[in-house]
């Protein structure tokens, strides 16, 4: 990886400055479109020249429309003294997400049809949304409706549901090649920290990190897009980009406890699928086959596009309680998380970007390495990492198997390997294959 990082990396620092950048968007309230979703959009436009792209109401993306925008004011509800019992001010989540304007006075029995609880998990409040059916509701923790009397109450929701657009962003880092790597984050679920804000952070680093470099094989694609109707959207408008991309990654859930999941493309056999399988389970990951169910993973991997889309995460959705309540807060990522997800990412790239077939030009016999100086003076003890890394890569360089299948094979580092074939490239034993 020291062809692609540009100098070490602090990565303890690094982990608390994506947690600090997480930390300031986490109050925004967003959803699938809306003044939200810009507010986002502005900061992380602070740090990288993303491109903002309107996509107006009414407009169809296959077999789906583009919603009507959908902003907040207000919402709450108030007992008799006019103290608010629930109030979106003071947690967006206690609001669904697309509810319709009310102005009522009712009673907890009236109330309760609209009213969503985790009773499992009594002190949270869960995040629901109602984005294609005109309804709404409120969400508070269990024991908190345990504890309301009948009422009645003043039910408030200051919202607007009307034309307007939804919103995504992109930013596009050139390489010597047009052939894209698309990194996806989606960016539509207002204050949960693991459940997309993780994500956020790792790509802009990610982002800024490639931005940084004076020279990339690749062409880097960065997605910003609220989930499902936003990647659909954007899959009907670049029809002229698809035939390029040669590997997809959706990054969400890297700030959370557990291990890597990479989660394959389809197909299962893609370069992606290779590349981040060795880098995950070298890092101890797991590696699960594809699903259709999750994130935009599904929706660029449908039958109609079959892009080499794979998915990373930690604990992956569902499968940990916090997910989709209040719980998924600030204190629940580590930055310590962040910054071995944000690792983990870059050692993918890192196979993307050098990943290369050789030809061994010394083949007959095992060349002498010592009289290059590649091998230690002093006979009779084991090899190290770094003389077995030469000697797979000289036995298996054929000049049709890569370096990426060698590591596989060899159980090797691919990094390590990389250098290994350098070493020998400037000794003259190597050249890339033609």
């Not at 109030?87 to 907890?108: C, E, I, K, Q, W």
């Not at 259709?292 to 995460?313: A, K, T």
């Not at 990943?355 to 390495?369: A, F, I, K, V, W």
Request: hydrophobic share 35%; aromatic share 8%; with cysteine.
């Amino acid at each position: 990886m020291d062809r692609l990082r540009s100098g070490d990396q602090d990565l303890d620092g690094l982990g608390e400055s994506m947690h600090a950048a997480m930390a300031r968007l986490y109050p925004i309230c967003r959803s699938i479109t809306g003044d939200g979703v810009r507010a986002t959009l502005d900061i992380l436009g602070e740090s990288l020249a993303i491109q903002r792209h309107a996509v107006p109401s009414g407009a169809q993306a296959f077999d789906w429309t583009v919603p009507d925008e959908w902003n907040v004011r207000d919402a709450y509800i108030a007992d008799r003294r006019g103290l608010r019992v629930v109030d979106f001010r003071r947690h967006n989540l206690h609001l669904v997400g697309y509810s319709v304007p009310v102005r009522a006075t009712m009673t907890l029995d009236e109330l309760r049809p609209h009213l969503h609880t985790r009773p499992d998990q009594p002190e949270w409040i869960p995040y629901r949304t109602t984005y294609y059916h005109r309804d709404w509701g409120f969400c508070l923790p269990d024991s908190q409706l345990r504890s309301m009397d009948e009422g009645p109450y003043d039910v408030v929701i200051d919202t607007t549901i009307v034309p307007g657009e939804l919103t995504y962003g992109e930013l596009v880092v050139p390489g010597d090649s047009t052939d894209e790597v698309v990194v996806s984050a989606h960016l539509c679920h207002p204050s949960l920290a693991n459940d997309n804000l993780a994500g956020i952070a790792v790509a802009t680093e990610l982002a800024r990190t490639l931005t940084s470099l004076a020279k990339r094989r690749h062409t880097y694609r960065f997605l910003f897009a609220p989930g499902t109707i936003g990647s659909i959207t954007w899959l009907s408008r670049n029809a002229d980009v698809l035939p390029r991309i040669r590997h997809g990654l959706v990054l969400t859930g890297l700030g959370g406890p557990g291990g890597l999941v990479y989660k394959r493309s389809r197909r299962g056999t893609r370069g992606i699928d290779r590349a981040a399988a060795h880098v995950v389970a070298g890092r101890g990951g797991e590696v699960r086959d594809y699903s259709p169910y999750g994130y935009d993973e599904r929706q660029f991997n449908s039958i109609g596009f079959d892009l080499p889309f794979g998915r990373l995460s930690r604990t992956p959705h569902g499968e940990y309680p916090e997910y989709h309540t209040s719980a998924d807060d600030l204190s629940f990522v580590k930055p310590s998380q962040l910054a071995e997800s944000y690792l983990a990412v870059l050692e993918i790239v890192d196979v993307l970007e050098n990943d290369e077939r050789y030809e061994n030009l010394s083949p007959h016999g095992e060349p002498q390495l010592g009289k290059r100086g590649l091998y230690p003076t002093t006979g009779g003890r084991a090899a190290d990492e770094a003389v077995m890394a030469m000697l797979w890569a000289l036995a298996y360089s054929d000049g049709s198997t890569s370096l990426l299948d060698i590591a596989s094979v060899a159980g090797v580092d691919f990094a390590g390997l990389r250098r290994a074939a350098g070493h020998l490239e400037a000794a003259g034993l190597m050249a890339p294959a033609r």
